[in-house]
């Protein structure tokens, strides 16, 4: 008998040998499928959802019957991380896991800018040469595009194909420049898309937001999850698993580059070209993920006084980072701020024009991290604040990221409360917009109470009966039911105590250093014109629930605006503007970076705000 | 029986299985053993001497009976393009084939300048950060090195190990940037050199000059042949080879390519160090041996109107062209002027600062084609003549490269002449300097007629005896015999009727051409102040044999000046020098090229200029 066995992965159809009492999460990674989990492989998240369609695996874990619901147990599906190989077997891997192409953009919000980008496309008609013109082939291309001749430049491979493109149909040649380089030189007839590419490395979630350059058009979008998740769900856990694995940086670069290409390839055969006419990359990420995307050390991002290895704008060659572009197009990191404010905060200050408005504007970006940019007016100072994943899902007990059947909206109905799912579909769990509105819900309803203390349904007579029959369980196990099994696709998506402490804790953390900087510029919030949600919540943030829950400082609701995942908005008009690129960096050097856990008033500040209004 | 054989090189040790019947010049090839040749293998230039150590070849051809004398015959000489592989054999390559590496400039004189190279190493003592001072690693560094901290970038890869590198010895680090990009950081005591090369690709022969970028010091150079002498002689055939085969191009490239490394790796173990040691080559060369170096087409600079695919200065990281260097050094290849005005002569101007000169000069290049520059005080001007490669000794009967054996001067002593070899050696052959010589004395000592028709001796009474009986043979197969058997090593070196036409082409195309250059600008041999001979030929030209022969307008001996391989200085001067690599492209920017074969006149000179003075 064999002591190996071999898994195949569907629809993929990969597969690979695996030493037989191997698990499916561990063995579709050797096989490079990539399954969705955010525990790291602990039987904790049940986000590693796979349907066993042929062959034998382990007994069902005490984990997978407490998060499965039946009928999911019933039609095959297990827990890749918990069910071991004991035979040959066909796993499904559902295509909730896969990469989502979408053919708009739906949280993004991009402002309309003039076409300026660093990627051009010339069709020339190039004079021929006689023994009255003896120039070079290259002097009589650069002189046809007449407004940049005197820099131009070109890769050695296009001077290897020019001489014999240009001869090919009379001079008539298609010519593809990356700032003042040639990239691509071809004859007039092979010419072919010149697409773009802006790329959103976040914790979580990565999403690559197609362009055409020639246009500025956004054609697709593809995103799904960052593969850095299994080996962690926040920075400081990647940064220890680099810390503590001898090729740990490796294996996390690898894993991002790897998913972007794939995103890339999806989102270009969408559109039917191919990853070589993408000629130029633009990235944004915190400053985590954009040092290990470079393969920079990113272990004193996380030690005193947490210095990063660069905060400059990055520019290389494609090909010197294996990026699956046009190997001599361009890739653009746009710079960062400080070791907790990177590239995505400058793309959410480049997409909502923080430092060109007249007012003072605040705005804030929720992600895995809470990042804090306030412009007075004259000073633009950021700050960061370790919100936790909570409000994208994560590290709640029903926490998902957008997708369908996610819980985005809760909201108050009659004597009770009532939800919204993503497409309409039956609830699987609850994404970052759903959160802010249960929590200000729960508080509303009186369900949860000023210090966060989910009430007991039973004994509060304030709680109308409707209301009450939705608490269940003691102490630190009670948890309200948001969806009953009715309204599920797995049963009952609820929020838990413990859930109210994570939210607690992020509200808390991003209000108190809100707060700092307001009093640091001498603001007071009605000298607040605008306050700017930003990040990627499943749907626009409700200003309401966020006002009711205390995260924001005291506005009217009118002032507030959700703006999306605003760090992808920069990184696609860095993309098709120099312009907006000038301003990335103009932004990074203007702002005064704070870090605010060497006030002493932080502290008290932090306090005071995990009591809710 | 197998139809296979393994031949081994020695002293290399190489060893390669080929098919019986392979001849050893072929073998040596697959081997990647470089044998000397000029013909091609055709058995004609007897060049390609190697010694059977061991082993079973093919007997004796007629060329070999003709071309080998009897004593080298009898050690086991054999040409390698005749000999074919028997059974297994060991075949020694001799040293004089193998690649030259000597500790000094010998013909080129490089005038001093300024060091302010492109390649910069610094050592930094770079300040700690701490929570007080939170920039980034990079800025630090940046500005630690305060001449250049706004516009310094570095690769990728650098900024990946610059976090430990800086940690490592209490942030004592040794950088080395290329321009304004950091291409290389380590902990200051892993310090190495900093090296640069400066490249001379001539048809011939390749030379590499290793220089220190610390302190501009010339260390040793590594010469050779140009292995693409086996594809053909000159550019033409050259051309011709890459045309008419599918990979020819890629042949030629990675031929010279590999060579140069070659050089390269034995320069840089002369002294102790590692090519990685390398982080800047540049390279000259004519516009033909620059295109393929680069992949650049070079069919259309042999095909009217001669075309070249570019003549700017092309600047790359090394290993986009797979030179073994740095693979972060840059390669800076200096500017062409046309077709068959290459880098080269750019280089040529730069060593002798021909546009800087307030009087006007004239600067000729003889290679295996004869560039010339003209210098009016206002305006340069550039042509080029189809010198063939008589003066550097290839297609002369007994011609060859300067090395050991060379006759390198050939002199009246009384009634008879007098040859001198290179380094005492008996006579092996005639290098340039002595061809010129030799021209010279034969039509002083009457031995050669004005329409270089060269006299009976035993018919002419005016020839002394002793000269007289230097003459032999009939006819188109007269020769004069220039070294006797024992003052050789192979036999008698002789000058042949053939060579002396050859001689006289290649003479009267440089002074057709020189002439024409000077009635373009208005300007008499007289009002010269200078004429500037530079060239490989084994020694400085003799100014008194060149105006003898009449390869030089009729200027007084005293204006006339070798300056050796001024192509390979001006790569030195760019290697070393910012300043003179800007003085290139203004250079190349300022050139008029002239096409003389345009003119109706030039036929006439080339005519009236093929009678001796």
């Not at 049940?46 to 066993?52: F, L, P, R, T």
């Not at 001599?328 to 960062?336: H, M, T």
């Not at 105590?497 to 209000?511: F, K, P, W």
């Not at 603001?523 to 700017?532: A, I, W």
Request: net charge negative; hydrophobic share 45%; aromatic share 4%.
């Amino acid at each position: 008998m064999s002591d190996y066995v071999t898994v195949t992965f569907e629809p993929a159809g990969a597969n690979v040998q695996v030493p037989v009492g191997t698990n499916l999460y561990e063995a579709g990674q050797r096989a490079g499928i990539e399954i969705a989990g955010s525990c790291g492989g602990q039987g904790i998240c049940g986000e590693c959802q796979v349907i066993i369609a042929d062959g034998m695996v382990s007994e069902l874990t005490s984990q997978e019957r407490k998060l499965l619901a039946p009928a999911l147990i019933e039609e095959g599906t297990r827990l890749a991380c918990q069910a071991e190989l004991l035979g040959d077997a066909v796993v499904r891997v559902p295509s909730i896991q896969e990469v989502v192409v979408r053919k708009t953009l739906t949280a993004e919000s991009v402002r309309s800018v003039p076409l300026a980008p660093n990627v051009r496309r010339y069709d020339l008609n190039v004079p021929a040469p006689s023994i009255d013109d003896q120039r070079s082939d290259f002097r009589r291309l650069a002189e046809a595009i007449t407004e940049r001749s005197s820099d131009l430049t070109a890769t050695v491979q296009c001077l290897g194909s020019l001489a014999t493109a240009l001869r090919a149909e009379d001079q008539q040649i298609a010519v593809t420049a990356v700032g003042s380089q040639v990239v691509d030189v071809r004859q007039a007839s092979m010419r072919s898309p010149v697409l773009g590419v802006a790329v959103d490395i976040g914790t979580s979630t990565v999403a690559v937001y197609l362009v055409d350059m020639e246009t500025g058009e956004h054609l697709v979008t593809a995103a799904g999850q960052n593969p850095q998740t299994q080996f962690g769900a926040d920075v400081i856990t990647r940064i220890q698993y680099a810390n503590s694995h001898d090729d740990g940086l490796t294996v996390l670069r690898d894993a991002i580059v790897a998913a972007i290409n794939r995103f890339i390839g999806q989102a270009v055969a969408e559109v039917g070209a191919t990853p070589a006419d993408v000629y130029e990359a633009t990235i944004v990420g915190n400053t985590c993920m954009h040092h290990i995307f470079l393969g920079l050390e990113p272990r004193y991002l996380a030690q005193s006084p947490y210095v990063p290895v660069t905060t400059e704008a990055v520019s290389t060659s494609a090909d010197r980072l294996g990026l699956q572009i046009n190997p001599r197009g361009n890739v653009f990191c746009l710079p960062c701020i400080a070791g907790f404010v990177g590239a995505d905060t400058v793309g959410v200050i480049v997409a909502s024009e923080l430092t060109r408005r007249d007012r003072p504007t605040l705005a804030i970006d929720i992600g895995t991290n809470g990042e804090i940019a306030l412009w007075s007016g004259e000073r633009l100072l950021t700050a960061s604040c370790a919100a936790g994943p909570a409000f994208e899902g994560a590290q709640i007990h029903h926490g998902m990221r957008a997708g369908p059947g996610a819980i985005d909206e809760v909201f108050i109905s009659g004597d009770d409360l009532a939800v919204h799912t993503i497409d309409d579909q039956p609830a699987r769990g609850i994404c970052g917009s759903g959160l802010f509105d249960a929590m200000a819900v729960l508080l509303e309803l009186g369900l949860v109470d000023a210090k966060g203390h989910m009430v007991d349904g039973q004994s509060d007579g304030a709680l109308s009966d409707i209301v009450a029959r939705r608490v269940d369980g003691e102490a630190n196990e009670r948890h309200v039911v948001l969806a009953d099994a009715e309204q599920s696709a797995n049963g009952p998506i609820v929020l838990t105590q413990r859930d109210v402490r994570e939210i607690q804790l992020a509200n808390s953390a991003i209000r108190a250093s809100t707060e700092m900087l307001l009093e640091m510029v001498g603001l007071e919030p009605d000298g607040l014109d605008e306050v700017l949600i930003a990040g990627a919540f499943g749907n626009f943030i409700n200003p309401a629930s966020a006002l009711r829950i205390g995260l924001l400082p005291e506005v009217p609701e009118g002032k507030i605006a959700g703006i999306g995942n605003a760090a992808g908005a920069g990184a696609i008009l860095t993309l098709v503007s120099q312009r907006e690129r000038d301003y990335a960096r103009q932004v990074t050097e203007r702002a005064e970076h704070i870090e605010l856990f060497r006030s002493s008033d932080f502290q008290d500040r932090f306090a005071e705000y995990m009591i809710f209004p």
